[in-house]
């Protein structure tokens, strides 16, 4: 599993990713936390993992976090715009 995280996502730390996978279902109660099959509920979990903070971003990227980031009150929108003049 670590293996497989490393090759497919050599971006993500594996450590930060597994211990909030392993957090995440322990978490869960119920039938929601009963899986038939662990290694590929860890397989998508890191494929839908989002970028670690302070690695490369494309503009389309930064685009759509800006725009979640001001939706979600995170951010104001002012704080978004950049002025050249």
């Known amino acids: ?33 009963r899986k038939a099959d662990w290694d590929a509920t860890w397989r998508n ?7 670690q903070p302070g690695t490369y971003e494309n503009v389309r990227e930064k685009n759509r976090r800006d725009t979640y980031e001001i939706l979600t009150g995170k951010r104001s929108a002012d704080d978004a715009i950049i002025d050249l003049n």
Do not use: H, S, T
Not at 22 to 31: E, K, N, T, V
Not at 45 to 51: A, G, I, K, P
């Open 1 to 33: 599993m670590i293996k497989f995280c490393q090759n497919e996502r050599p971006d993500l730390q594996v450590k930060f990713i597994a211990d909030g996978f392993r957090d995440y279902w322990i978490a869960q109660g119920g039938a929601k936390g």
């Open 45 to 51: 979990w890191v494929r839908n993992q989002r970028r």
